[in-house]
């Protein structure tokens, strides 16, 4: 295999004289077997250092390195989090649509998985308005779940985000098993922090500061 120890074996004897040197040299092939383990080393280091230097192929606390450098604290790897999963945040945050409705959506959605409601007061899509057509950016009704339009609430939004589900605490029973009783085998006392690799509150409020425009308010309300 190219640049393992019997390659690069094989290359410092190509280079040699042939007539300085018997076919069976133990002597000379212990000297430059040994260079030949040096130079293999060498090779491996160039050629993991190459794959740390892309996005694509970079692995472990290098990863981590490249997200820093672009994002700060603003982006680090979660708890027990692979480098896939990182790489691809990283490739999301890289082309992150920003300043637009569908940007708080986008963000929302790749940060838990759901899609939120958001509700623009001043957008007739969102509101509807009397004497218009039922249909898009039309209609209304009483009696149904909506919102007052307001032109009084410029370049602001109500955003409803939810958090992600959740696939529960490991080693801890769920509520209702068999599994543990009170004091007794797996049950005890959870917290949301207990989750690993959560998606916490306040990612969520992060995520939605960092795309809104400068002028921009978003009302939030983050639900189950």
Avoid: H
């Avoid at 606390?61 to 604290?73: C, E, H, P, Q, T």
């Avoid at 057509?133 to 009084?152: D, K, N, T």
């Avoid at 098993?177 to 959560?198: D, V």
């Avoid at 306040?202 to 002028?215: G, N, Q």
Wanted: glycine fraction near 14%; hydrophobic fraction near 45%.
């Amino acid at each position: 295999m190219i640049g393992d120890q019997d390659d690069m074996l094989a290359r410092l004897k190509a280079v040699l004289p042939s007539r300085w040197f018997p076919d069976r040299s133990p002597v000379l092939d212990g000297l430059i077997t040994g260079l030949a383990w040096a130079g293999q080393w060498l090779y491996g280091q160039v050629v993991f250092t190459r794959a740390q230097t892309r996005i694509a192929t970079a692995t472990g606390v290098w990863l981590d390195i490249i997200a820093w450098d672009f994002f700060g604290r603003r982006l680090v790897r979660r708890s027990a989090q692979s480098d896939d999963a990182l790489r691809r945040r990283i490739g999301l945050e890289l082309l992150r649509e920003r300043d637009t409705r569908a940007a708080i959506i986008s963000v929302l959605e790749d940060l838990t998985g759901r899609i939120p409601a958001v509700f623009e007061p001043a957008r007739t899509s969102d509101t509807g308005g009397y004497g218009s057509i039922q249909g898009a950016g039309g209609g209304l009704g009483y009696g149904v779940a909506g919102g007052w339009g307001s032109l009084a609430l410029p370049f602001q939004c109500f955003v409803v985000a939810y958090r992600p589900q959740s696939g529960g605490i490991a080693n801890v029973a769920g509520w209702g098993t068999n599994a543990g009783g009170y004091g007794f085998g797996s049950a005890e006392y959870a917290t949301p922090s207990m989750i690993q690799g959560q998606v916490t509150d306040s990612d969520i409020y992060v995520a939605v500061r960092d795309v809104l425009p400068v002028t921009g308010i978003a009302w939030m309300q983050i639900s189950n």
